[in-house]
């Protein structure tokens, strides 16, 4: 199980980010979310324990749970230290759809220019990194695009990556976006999967994607986990040999 650094220690690291909160970094992570729920933040710090120290996490926040995460006793230590940068979008609300709006979020030319570094790791409430996987975030910093294997059952025209716990380059999605409109054709990952490589993006193929997350497709070790959709063996496998996968739904039996 990885170590848990301290906030004292975090306040002696991440200073410079009070310095660079308006710049832009190599790497981040960042989430979308309205909810206000111990779970989210949960989910946050379980990030935070296995990035890099050198990367913040860029939160994409609504009205409705700003106080929340500014205020978080887990959390404040590092908003107040710029490691987690608070960004409100204005059109986020609890009454949106959410598949919708995360498919219109994601291939918005405007919402990628507001990301502050080339690569960002994009996850979700139902996503968590595993303590016990061997591979981390840097092992896969090579591909611009990185996400979990999809099942064949799930008829989809590529075999990876899923969006919810995914590595993506912010240059290749911006250039994408530029050459190309979204049509809601498909969801906006696998639309990502299918069209990157028009722009010579490099999509991490299925035996890397697999190492990297797991979600339909059983992995031993995998990096971390999306929402599992396995049968019930593997899902029991899985949540073993990684225990964070607990707290997300549709969680372990």
Same mark, same amino acid.
């Given at each position: *199980?990885?170590?848990?650094?301290? &906030? ?10 009070? $310095? ?21 933040? =949960?989910?946050? #710090? ?13 939160? @994409?926040?609504? +009205?409705?749970? @700003? ?7 887990? !959390?404040?230590?590092? %908003? ?14 609890? =009454? ?8 219109? #979020? ?12 080339? +690569? &960002? ?6 996503? /968590? ?6 591979? +981390? ?8 695009? %990185? ?10 025209? /590529? ?20 050459? *190309? ?12 999967? &299918?069209? !990157? ?5 490099? %999509? ?5 994607? $697999? ?5 339909? &497709?059983?992995?031993?070790?995998? *990096? ?5 959709? *396995? ?21 372990? +039996?």
């Amino acid at each position: *199980m990885q170590k848990t650094t301290t &906030v004292s220690t975090w306040k002696t690291e991440c200073n410079k980010f009070q $310095r660079l909160e308006t710049g832009f970094y190599p790497n981040s992570a960042s989430i979308v979310d309205f909810r206000i729920s111990a779970l989210l933040i =949960t989910i946050i #710090l379980n990030v935070l324990q296995h990035i890099p120290t050198s990367w913040p996490i860029q939160i @994409f926040h609504s +009205k409705q749970n @700003f106080y929340f995460l500014s205020n978080s006793t887990g !959390l404040k230590p590092y %908003v107040s230290t710029g490691k987690i940068i608070l960004e409100e979008l204005d059109e986020l609300s609890i =009454t949106t759809n959410w598949q919708d709006f995360t498919n219109r #979020l994601f291939t918005n030319l405007s919402f990628w220019q507001r990301i502050r570094s080339e +690569k &960002v790791l994009v996850f979700q409430y139902d996503s /968590v990194f595993c303590s016990n996987s061997a591979h +981390k975030i840097q092992d896969y910093l090579q591909w611009d695009y %990185v996400g979990a294997p999809w099942h064949s059952d799930l008829h989809a025209p /590529v075999p990876v990556g899923n969006g919810g716990f995914s590595l993506r380059s912010r240059s290749k999605t911006l250039e994408l976006l530029k050459q *190309m409109t979204y049509d809601s054709s498909l969801p906006e990952d696998v639309w990502y999967a &299918v069209h !990157l490589p028009k722009v010579n993006a490099s %999509v991490a193929p299925e035996h890397i994607a $697999r190492t990297f997350s797991a979600e339909s &497709v059983f992995y031993e070790t995998p *990096m971390g986990v999306h929402k599992l959709i *396995m049968n019930p063996t593997d899902t029991k496998k899985l949540c073993e040999a990684c225990p964070e996968a607990r707290f997300i739904p549709p969680y372990c +039996k």
